[in-house]
């Protein structure tokens, strides 16, 4: 989250902490409901294994906290676990779930993919690609591409959404990725895209240590 603060992509307030406490004192500095996230670098698809708890209420954060610690041991019972993440609830109701990713090809270099987001992004695999680096015209003709381009133009007369707020992620995540070759392959999974802007709710990446 630090990493993409520093190239200026939105992200939701939160923190990472290693202690039931802690979290009930970060949750009570964050207005509403809370999400909260296991945090290990041996579990990647954290809501396989129940590791994501939305709509947390100050009341329940301490017991979600140990909730999602057993049941990560439960999946694993001897993955590291760093602690839990405590984060700002996106509205997802006005939003679209959207994917910016990168992977390092060898031929190539660093291909550079948008698309719808979520969970499901696997099985939609509604997503286009270019080489990075992309200029605006590109990173804007990717955000036309994809089948689901109207839902983020606003269907069914909900509103449309920040697409000049996706268009600017995409080239961000272009100058990051070209930045530091070290880093072999990053996904923002959500996105999240309404009509007010973009929150990057969610980020994985993997470093060659060799390249560092
Ligand atoms: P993972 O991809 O590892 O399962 P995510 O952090 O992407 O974990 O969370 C899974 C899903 O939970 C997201 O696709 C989104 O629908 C929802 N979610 C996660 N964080 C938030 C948030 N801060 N606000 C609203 N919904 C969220
Ligand atoms: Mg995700």
Redesign the pocket.
Known sequence: MELLDAYGIPTPDGEVVDAPERAVEVAAGIDGDVVMKIVSPDILH?SDVGGVAVGVGADAVADTYADLIARARAYQPDATILGVQVQEAVDLDDGVETIVGMNRDPQFGPLLLFGLGG?FVETLEDTTCRVAPVSEPEAAAMTREIDAAPLLRGARGRDPVAVDGVVEVIQRLSQLVTDFPAILELDI??LVATPDGVDAV?V?LTVDPEAL
């Open positions: 954290k969970i999974n959500p969610d994985r």
